[in-house]
């Protein structure tokens, strides 16, 4: 009787794995997935793993390094912004326009917009423009309306003092942005390009420093028509940024004529 009652309360055994265990040996799985594709995705599409890696591919120095959240510091406790600013004025020369170039366009204006403040914090007058109007993340950054701006100046629609707007005057900073405007299929005719040209040089003429936002090849190229030869400061990601597409926009832009200075490297969560 004493044994027939204890079978009868006892819980028979399935003879399948515990819960936790499936789970775990679920999650061992998915890490070894996951790492085996971004191996395949490496072998198949390296991306820059360091400093020197992007070097050798870029041909040109790596300026500065920003990591974020600390992105306001480095290990070193110099701002790598301020050092960006500092390794395009330091040869003593008035350096008037900056072309930031890039594959990722949050990066891309958010070393812009920093760019520009850390050249303002210093007493420079700076106009900074979104040559981008397909991303406008310029405007994002500075919560500016996208039109009107770049693309309404050069078409003639608007004059260049119409879409400039001023974003440092609460901090007493001198900083003006240009949004990047309307998107335009078609491109102005010459003599209107002209008259763009000429007054933009006017206008940046007044500033100490103009940062020009141009992440892709397209905008680089509406900016060469109207600056001859920029400075060009290249950002990548790392850890995401081919090495092929550094490599071929390096060459690119030396062969439209930029000037291309040295990269900016993000490293971290995307801004």
């Known amino acids: 009787t004493d044994v027939r009652e204890r079978d009868s309360v006892a819980t028979p055994s399935s003879g399948r794995a515990p819960p936790v265990a499936i789970l775990v040996t679920a999650f061992v799985l998915v890490l070894f997935g996951r790492f085996g594709w971004s191996l395949a995705s ?3 599409q390296p991306t820059i793993g360091s400093g020197r890696e992007a070097e050798r591919a870029a041909g040109a120095p790596v300026i500065a390094i920003a990591r974020p959240p600390a992105v306001t510091r480095t290990r070193s406790g110099i701002d ?3 050092m960006l ?3 395009l004025t330091a040869t003593g020369t008035k350096m008037r326009t900056v072309a930031i170039i890039g594959d990722t366009p949050g990066v891309v204006a958010t070393v812009a917009a920093r ?3 850390a050249a303002a914090d210093d007493a420079r007058a700076t106009l900074v423009v979104d040559c981008d109007a397909e991303g406008s993340s310029l405007s994002d950054y500075f919560h500016l309306p996208p039109e009107p701006g770049f693309t309404d100046a050069v078409a003639g629609v608007h004059l260049w003092r119409d879409v400039t707007h001023s974003v440092g005057a609460s901090d007493g900073l001198s900083i ?3 949004a990047g405007g309307a998107i335009r299929r078609g491109e102005p005719d010459r003599t209107t390009l002209e008259s763009a040209r000429d007054e933009f040089t006017r206008v940046r003429g007044e500033y100490d420093l ?3 936002v141009t992440p892709t090849t397209v905008a680089l190229q509406r900016v060469l028509a109207l600056v001859e030869t920029p400075v060009t400061v290249l950002c990548a990601e790392m850890g995401s940024t081919p090495l092929a597409w550094m490599i071929t926009e390096a060459a690119q832009a030396k062969a439209t004529g930029a000037a291309l200075h040295g ?5 971290g969560p995307l801004p």
């Not at 990269?263 to 490293?267: A, I």
């Open 263 to 267: 990269l900016v490297l993000w490293d």
């Open 210 to 212: 103009c940062v020009v």
């Open 80 to 82: 790598p912004f301020r």
């Open 85 to 87: 600013y500092l390794a």
């Open 176 to 178: 003006d942005v240009v």
């Open 115 to 117: 760019l520009a403040l």
């Open 42 to 44: 490496e072998v198949r």
